[in-house]
């Protein structure tokens, strides 16, 4: 059995917000957007972490949601930036700088928009990756 001593949500996240800061024109915030946040902006929503482990690798699957908050009139803009952050992923994923970590597999597992009582309209990507500790 390998002791786990780290569990690498936050590393993943702070990797996931620096390519959508740097990889794209809207607001990115790593926790909750500060009330009265220009519409739309990017979060971060519920993750996952599951250790996979062997006797000599460890590893880990996990899923990130990306949350995109638009008004009741932006669904086109918030599909629009659903489709940048996918397009992203697909480019830069498997290439992100997680810290102690390499990631070895990435999938869009679901990309899904409905109206939202709050906001008006909202997205989520769910991104499940597999990363091997270097």
Request: charged residues 15%; aromatic residues 8%.
């Amino acid at each position: 059995m390998i002791l786990i001593r780290e569990v690498p949500i936050i590393i993943l996240q702070q990797a996931l917000y620096s390519l959508l800061k740097n990889g794209q024109n809207r607001p990115v915030y790593g926790g909750d957007a500060p009330e009265g946040a220009d519409l739309p902006y990017i979060t971060f929503g519920n993750n996952t972490a599951k250790p996979l482990l062997n006797k000599s690798v460890i590893m880990w699957a996990c899923s990130m949601n990306i949350e995109v908050w638009g008004a009741p009139n932006q669904r086109k803009e918030v599909n629009e930036i659903l489709n940048d952050i996918s397009s992203l992923l697909s480019a830069y994923g498997e290439s992100l700088n997680v810290t102690g970590y390499e990631v070895t597999d990435l999938v869009i597992d679901m990309v899904e928009t409905y109206p939202e009582e709050i906001t008006g309209y909202h997205g989520t990507i769910t991104a499940l990756f597999t990363l091997t500790k270097g």
